[in-house]
T-cell receptor
């Protein structure tokens, strides 16, 4: 049963610390997306990649967020330094033009 | 950018009832998906339906692209249908870039 996996599932950290979230997309999917979900803003697209190349990262705060895809089986989202307003659930999704499949999310709390 | 509005924002049902959820969007779309977010937070893809009608068990969906809306029907609702239902669209030539509505919170009581 192919699925998107994300680690860690939960992360509590202190303001100023670096946070790295990892995603393994479904094998064969050529597009990977990072979303953030908060009560106030709902689900927002942060960045996405096609064939490992970044296509759009306009939803990300550039000064502290970075997204990479070092190989076809791993996507990473880093926050440095983290701030309390970054507290949210971060979802990774993979797919193609039609359907996106979401991972279980990383619940991040920045104290 | 494209705007997505869902209604109603909240819906409370008794088990066995039917319901209709609506999604309006502000521009032409090349992709429309319905998702269910269960109480554990998992987002599950229900339908890919940029136009036409599809059915999957007790759920069905219809998109009328020319009138810029989509409907999700849930028949004979069950408590496991509870959660948040999201409509998400990709507008124009924006490859894969989903814009989500704010969701409909569905609660089904036994």
């Amino acid at each position: 049963d192919a699925r998107v996996t994300q680690t860690p599932r939960h992360k509590v950290t202190e303001m100023g610390q670096e946070v790295t979230m990892r995603c393994q997309p479904i094998l064969g999917h050529n597009t990977v997306f990072w979303y953030r979900q908060t009560m106030m803003q709902g689900l927002e697209l942060l960045a996405y990649f096609r064939n490992r190349a970044p296509l759009d990262d306009s939803g990300m705060p550039k000064d502290r967020f970075s997204a990479e895809m070092p190989d076809a089986t791993l996507a990473t989202l880093k926050i440095q330094p983290s701030e309390p307003r970054d507290s949210a659930v971060y979802f990774c999704a993979s797919g193609g033009r039609d359907t996106q499949y979401f991972g279980p999310g990383t619940r991040l709390t920045v104290l | 950018g494209i705007q997505v509005e869902q209604s109603p924002p909240d819906l409370i049902l008794q088990e066995g009832a039917n319901s209709t959820l609506r999604c309006n969007f502000s521009d032409s779309v090349n992709n429309l998906q319905w998702f269910h977010q269960n109480p554990w937070g998992q987002l599950i893809n229900l339908f890919y339906i940029p136009s036409g009608t599809k059915q999957n068990g007790r759920l069905s969906a219809t998109t009328v692209a020319t009138e810029r809306y989509s409907l999700l029907y849930i028949s004979s609702s069950q408590t496991t249908d509870s959660g948040v239902y999201f409509c998400a669209v990709v507008g124009g030539t924006s490859y894969g870039k989903l814009t989500f509505g704010q969701g409909t919170i569905l609660t089904v009581h036994p």
